[in-house]
Structure formats: structure tokens, C-alpha cells
């Protein structure tokens, strides 16, 4: 504000072509801290890394007192009622997603066969928070895939610097560049992957409109290399 005063005072007054040219330059320092203030996510990084973490534990400790092990099937919100949900079988065998006929109801504990061995736990992972805000058009194609991604991991949460995205068959290749989290031996990860990765699969189950489970993950020479398989 004082540089808009001050610029044309300092030409037309003062006839002083240095003193113009501060107050132009106040101006555009005025414009440029306005832009950035603006561009500022309402929850700073930190402050999501921090929640992200809390929500991270306290899975955590329900898969603990469980004794759950079992890798989780990533849902798409056409099976979920909205929201994609991860899906981790209590018993220790793999999901026959022939046996999901319909829309598994929206609890904690869930039954999503008929049989009576067909139950579950479903719960809400990083992936399933981050797609509320996506903005960006998702669909199935590579490009797609990692567009949303970019915007959810470099943009919206600041937890990676690159995405690419490579799909050969059923499989989607991950290579996420400068991330914040890598895979750690630990009993959350065993089951949800790392929380990038658990962001990468809910996009990709809701881009494919399939469920998806994280086949590998791995952390090297500061990449983070995942693949996701399709499930038909």
C-alpha cells in the first residue's frame, strides 16, 4: 500500500526516476507476499505430518491388540458407500473378492462374503482422507494416475518432490522421488503399506475402479519404488 503512494509522489513531486523505482519495486514485493500468503495450505505440512501420525499409531494399535498381519485390499468408494476404505481380513487367509456381491456396510467390523470366515476389518487409511480434496480429474490412464498423485503428495501434503507412473498389465509402478516416508519394518506397514503408498493405492483403486493391494514397496537411493496390483 505505501509503495502505491509512494511511487507516483516520488515521479511526479519529486521527479526522482530511483525513488519511482523503490516504490515500484514495494509494490511488487507487496503483490508477491500477498500471492504467497494466499497459496499457503489452510493446515501447514507439519501440522498434516502430525495428524497423519496420530491416525498412523492408533491403527496401528488396533492391528496390534488384534494380531492382524494380513495385507490389506484397497476398496474403491463404489464398494464403500463413498469413501474408499482398506479392507484386512481377521482371519489369516486371502479375500476371495468373487464372495463381494455388494456394498460392505459402513463399520469397523465388517462381513463381506457369506460365509461365516468372510470378515474383516475396514478402516480408514491416509489415502482415503487425502482423496477427499483431490481437485484433479482422475481416471485410468498413467497420466491420470499421476496427475493425482502429484497434487496429493507434492501439492496438498508436501510429503514427495516427483511422482511417475507406469502401468503394464494389471500392475501400476510407483517411483516417488524425495519422499518424507519410506517403508519401515513395522507392523502398520506390514499390513497398510507406508502411508505414500497407502495414498498411491487409493488412487488407483478409484482411478481403475478396482480393489487394489500393494504387491511391493521398497526404499533406495532415496526413491520410493511401489507396485500395486489389480485385483479383478
Known amino acids: 500500500m505505501g509503495g502505491a ?26 503483490f508477491t ?32 491388540e488384534l494380531g492382524l498381519r494380513n495385507k ?21 487367509t486371502t479375500i476371495d473378492l468373487a464372495r463381494i456381491r455388494a456394498k460392505i456396510p459402513g463399520r ?6 457369506d460365509n461365516p470366515e468372510d470378515m474383516a476389518i475396514a478402516v480408514t487409511t491416509p489415502g482415503s482422507l487425502s482423496f477427499d ?47 518424507r516416508f519410506h517403508y519401515e519394518d513395522v507392523w502398520y506397514y506390514q499390513c497398510l503399506g507406508s502411508p505414500i503408498a497407502s495414498i498411491a493405492a487409493t488412487i488407483v483403486c478409484e482411478a481403475l475402479d478396482k480393489p487394489v493391494c500393494i504387491a511391493d514397496e521398497n526404499f533406495e537411493r532415496g526413491k520410493s519404488r511401489i507396485v500395486l496390483e489389480a485385483l479383478p
Request: no cysteine; proline share 7%.
Open 72 to 92: 490389506a485390499i484397497y476398496l474403491p468408494s463404489s464398494l464403500r458407500g463413498g469413501r474408499p476404505q482398506a479392507l484386512i481380513p481377521l482371519k489369516d
Open 33 to 64: 507476499s500477498l500471492a504467497l500468503a494466499n497459496a499457503r495450505p489452510f493446515i501447514s505440512p507439519e501440522a498434516s505430518e502430525l495428524i497423519l501420525k496420530t491416525g498412523m499409531e492408533n491403527t496401528a494399535a488396533l492391528l496390534e
Open 108 to 113: 469397523l467390523i465388517v462381513r463381506y462374503g
Open 133 to 179: 480434496k483431490l481437485e484433479v480429474n482422475l481416471g485410468p490412464t498413467p497420466a491420470e494416475m499421476e496427475s493425482a498423485m502429484i497434487y496429493v503428495l507434492t501439492g496438498l501434503l508436501d510429503l514427495a518432490s516427483s511422482v511417475t507412473v507406469n502401468v503394464v498389465g494389471n500392475r501400476v509402478s510407483v517411483e516417488v522421488n524425495g519422499a
Open 5 to 30: 503512494i509512494f511511487a507516483p509522489i516520488a515521479y511526479f513531486l519529486l521527479a526522482s526516476i530511483p525513488l519511482t523505482a523503490i516504490g515500484i519495486s514495494a509494490v511488487m514485493l507487496g
